[in-house]
């Protein structure tokens, strides 16, 4: 049986975040993504098993090599998620701005 983790788990991580940066360009083997970090190649290999588990890479084998690919359709569950918060920080932006324009144009008034 494959374990499940959160999907929020896998993000919570700076080196895993940075890993999906990685493979948003090209599929990449563990070796491949292993050399962009300064972390010996088993940690690598971990964070891709838990970005696996949460099932935001594929792995594809090519022969001996592994390439590992971001799935694009699980990154839009958080897109989702989000989005709710978008809504309420636009929402306070334009407040932010229409209250800025008022203090300016009563600041020229005067």
Known sequence: MKL???IFQAIS????RAILVLLTSQAMTAGAIAE??????P???KHIQILSE???????????EIY?????EKMKEIDQWLEQFRKIWE????????????LKTKSNEK
């Not at 991580?13 to 895993?16: A, G, H, N, S």
């Not at 590992?68 to 694009?72: A, G, N, S, V």
Request: charged share 35%.
């Open 68 to 72: 590992y690919q971001l799935k694009i």
């Open 4 to 6: 499940r983790r959160d």
């Open 91 to 102: 929402s306070r932006f334009d407040q932010l701005d229409n209250l800025l324009t008022t």
């Open 43 to 45: 940690t690598i290999s």
């Open 54 to 64: 949460c099932d935001l890479l594929e792995a594809d084998q090519q022969g001996r």
């Open 36 to 41: 962009n970090f300064e972390v010996a190649r």
């Open 13 to 16: 991580d700076p080196t895993r």
